[in-house]
């Protein structure tokens, strides 16, 4: 069995936990706590997947030593997946933080009345 598939079943496993917490919950908060999951484990899977033995850090050079450089552009998109996710986290924490002065327990069916 290969390495990265053994390393990707944690991750898959992660993956589904957050979306069954999702679909589970009852507060904004822990639907909140299941997308940071989620997040989390859909940018290690693209960490998993852009990572691979044998590649260097991304330096041009004419030197025969950095031939075998790895690809920036998935690493450029990790990090854009980052700030992404960690900038919808502060806005739905502000979200929730404007609704609990109403609802102050933030439960989906206090919300709906």
Known sequence: MQ?????????????????????????????????????????SIFVLIAAYSGSQTPIISDSPRYANYSDPYPQAIILTAIVIGFATQALLCSIALRLSRTTPLLRYKDLEK
């Open 3 to 43: 390495v990265g598939l053994i390393l990707s079943i944690p991750l898959v496993a992660l993956l589904i936990i957050g979306c069954f917490g999702i679909l589970n919950s009852k507060t904004i908060i822990s639907s909140l706590f299941s997308l940071d999951v989620i997040d989390t484990a859909t940018i």
